[in-house]
């Protein structure tokens, strides 16, 4: 059986604070130590109030101080957003602290809105040099800078694994040039999916940290006890998502969102969640399975949507007693 991971965005469900949603991050993750997930990743996202890992750095650090093995990182940096030697320094700090227990998802989008992206103080120009921002970043974490009389401390020698995060065909070619692994963002950006895998594939190039291709494939996983209590959970899922997504600070009632998803103006979210296991252990299972083929993938992160922690944590739980 392919290992399974988890992508965790920090979930801030309604009335809840952010307090409580970064505590049940700690919750998760212990679940996931508990049933023999290889890793947990967080996203870099800004001003998204659901969203609560912002500063992914600070919150891996938090969750490696409260569990013991489990593999974590970044799902990832979008490394436009900022200097190589800042990402460099945070990752070996995690990585002098917490040996052998972190890694470094690199992505190139900016994670946010176009007027966040100006707070941010970004120029949108900054992704094009992601491929060269990526070089600079893997010599600063290397034994050797690209920028001479420029060291990473903490960082240099510490050799934190990279991994290029795409939702296209561009982050397969550069991740097959650098001979890195590849996760595609399948559980939200489905199409180029089987395209981009097998470029990657084709294309593949050993590199001192690879020496043949990984590839790490998104699903979105809603287990429970009962199907009707999964399809209960991924309703409010999507209903939540047409409100983050379309519209935001409108207060649409559910009705409302729901009478959007069923309309045109809809079919893209819904085309977003194509690759989702809802259901009960076993018919999760079966499904993950399907996907496994489908997608060709050496591991799968999956993404556990429910809108509450406890739901989140059982979903966990469930689908790794099935695969087990």
Known sequence: MLPLSILDLAF???????????????????????????????????????????????LIAHVAAHTKTIRLGAGGIMLPNHAPLVIAEQFGTLASLHPGRIDLGLGRAP?????????LRVDPMEAEQFPDDVLELQG?????????????????????????????????????????????ASHFAPAALEDAVAL????????????????????????ADD????????KKVWLLRVKALLGRGQGWSDAQA??????????????????????????????LERFAKLSNADELMTVHPAQTLEARVRSVELLAGAWR
Request: proline share 6%; hydrophobic share 45%; aromatic share 8%.
């Open 12 to 58: 801030v469900a309604e009335g809840q604070s952010t307090a409580e949603a970064l505590a049940g991050t700690v919750v998760l993750a212990r679940a996931a130590e508990a049933n023999g997930y290889a890793r947990v990743w967080y996203a870099e996202h800004h001003n998204i109030p659901s969203i609560a890992s912002s500063a992914t750095s600070v």
């Open 111 to 119: 994670g946010t809105d176009p007027v966040t992206l100006r707070a």
């Open 140 to 184: 600063y974490l290397g034994d050797e800078s690209l920028v001479p009389s420029v060291r990473a401390t903490p960082g240099a020698g510490s050799h934190v694994p990279l991994y290029i995060l795409g939702s296209s065909t561009f982050g397969a070619q550069l991740a097959a040039h650098l001979g890195l692994p590849y996760a595609f």
């Open 200 to 223: 990657y594939r084709s294309r593949f190039k050993p590199s001192k940290q690879l020496a043949k291709p990984y590839v790490i494939a998104g699903v979105n996983v809603l287990a």
């Open 227 to 234: 199907r009707a209590t999964a399809e209960a959970h991924a």
């Open 258 to 287: 729901q009478a959007v998803l069923d309309s045109p103006a809809g079919q893209p979210l819904r085309e977003m969640g194509r690759y989702s296991a809802i259901g009960t252990a076993a018919e999760v299972r079966s499904f």
